[in-house]
């Protein structure tokens, strides 16, 4: 590359935006601009990824001072150590990737969209010229949608969701006004039952604003309805009763080859919409005390839905409360926040009834349900064992025995 001649065109763009009053230009001569600026602004991106790649090959910054190659990055394109990182991550794979190189050096992708096509193309590259095609057709928003379905099918969907599940966390911290801010990782299946929660229960709020006249924004009711929800105790069945019921739905769409088989292949779909896929398996075990809406699909024909209700009604509740006091675990005394199990899972045609249902802490449930610990009632007791199958190595998180 002629570095003169780029150091010229630098220049002049450099002096033509000296000049540029926007105010003083029509509407549409400033849509063309827009266009053009864009367009630069596309070939710039792609010369910087691949001169990315060649500071992190070289070592140049190490010469430099750098800790890292991300580092270099960061300062010279005064972004952030995030951004950088992915930038070099995107820049490594392109070399394996001819249809989205060709592209970006064509000016036809932005930094964003090669960013979202290499990590999923560099795990499916049968993908890749469909996502390239794609960029050119949608928006940035569907094209992430349609990566995040190819990665889902790249990957051991099982590992993927375990990762985020030992990564999850809650971290509230207070800004500069006093007020505080929360930021939380959960699971796809998790974070649908608070979204869905939390847009019952603003919808709930809304209504009663309505009748009470007064007009509030709708994502300050949202963060009234997540206060409500986490610090309300529902006392309607009596102390430690817990809710009635499930306050929302959750929604899957997944593809009746998929849901036969037990895991994702490529152009298929297991998803929570709005929130994006999960696996199959998740999809089958989702917590017990929810209602599972399971839009079942054979390429574009929808060919059943199931709406798997989960409900456990009143007075099974009251049983239950009664002859579970505590975790039925041997062993186990937690009494507190208990949820309910179906001993056979309901997708495997367990009944919600009281003989097949058990309440469980948290941590107890998430072994049955997640680890395949085993749960079964011989007699009046209960008897707890481990999975047939050794843990997976490395993982503290799951005991041995």
């Not at 849509?31 to 630069?40: D, K, N, S, V, Y």
């Not at 010469?63 to 580092?71: D, F, I, L, N, T």
């Not at 960029?135 to 969907?157: E, H, I, S, T």
């Not at 896929?277 to 054979?298: F, G, N, Q, W």
Request: aromatic share 4%.
């Amino acid at each position: 590359m002629n570095l003169d001649l780029l150091e010229r065109v630098a220049d002049q763009l450099r002096a033509a935006l000296v000049d540029y009053e926007p105010e003083r230009i029509t509407g549409a001569d400033a849509a063309r601009l827009l266009t053009g600026f864009a367009a630069i602004e596309k070939l710039a991106a792609g010369g910087k990824l691949l001169s990315a790649r060649r500071v992190e090959s070289s070592n140049v910054w190490r010469r430099q001072g750098h800790r890292s190659a991300a580092a270099h990055v960061a300062e010279a394109t005064g972004s952030g150590l995030g951004p950088a990182i992915n930038a070099l991550k995107a820049a490594r794979c392109l070399g394996s990737l001819p249809a989205t190189d060709d592209a970006m050096r064509n000016g036809r992708l932005s930094e964003a969209q090669v960013n979202e096509i290499a990590g999923a193309a560099i795990l499916q590259p049968d993908a890749e010229q469909e996502l390239v095609d794609a960029a050119g057709k949608q928006p940035l928003n569907v094209l992430k949608l349609r990566c995040r379905r190819v990665r889902a099918v790249g990957v051991d969907q099982d590992q993927a969701y375990e990762k985020i599940r030992r990564g999850r966390y809650l971290h509230n911290w207070t800004d500069h006004d006093g007020a505080v801010r929360f930021d939380a990782r959960l699971t796809p299946d998790e974070g649908a039952r608070l979204v869905a929660a939390v847009k019952a229960e603003t919808a709930r709020l809304a209504a009663d604003a309505r009748r009470a006249g007064c007009e509030e924004p709708p994502r300050a009711l949202a963060a009234d309805a997540l206060v409500g929800l986490a610090c309300r105790r529902d006392t309607r069945n009596g102390p430690d009763r817990g809710s009635p019921g499930p306050a929302a739905m959750v929604h899957v769409r997944v593809d009746h080859e998929a849901l036969m088989r037990g895991h994702l292949e490529l152009g298929e779909v297991c998803e929570i919409p709005g929130i994006g896929p999960i696996p199959v398996e998740v999809a089958r075990r989702l917590a017990a005390d929810s209602i599972l809406s399971v839009l079942i699909t054979d390429g574009v024909d929808v060919t059943s839905v199931a709406h798997a209700g989960r409900t456990i009604p009143a007075t099974i509740r009251t049983a239950l409360s009664e002859r579970d006091p505590t975790c039925v675990v041997p062993g186990c005394d937690m009494r507190e926040a208990l949820e309910i199990d179906h001993v056979t899972p309901f997708a495997g045609g367990g009944p919600t009834s009281l003989g097949n249902l058990a309440r469980l802490c948290h941590w107890h449930h998430y072994l049955k349900t997640h680890q395949r610990y085993h749960l079964a009632r011989v007699g009046k007791q209960w008897e707890w064992s481990p999975p047939k199958t050794t843990a997976r190595a490395g993982d503290p998180s799951i005991p041995s025995g």
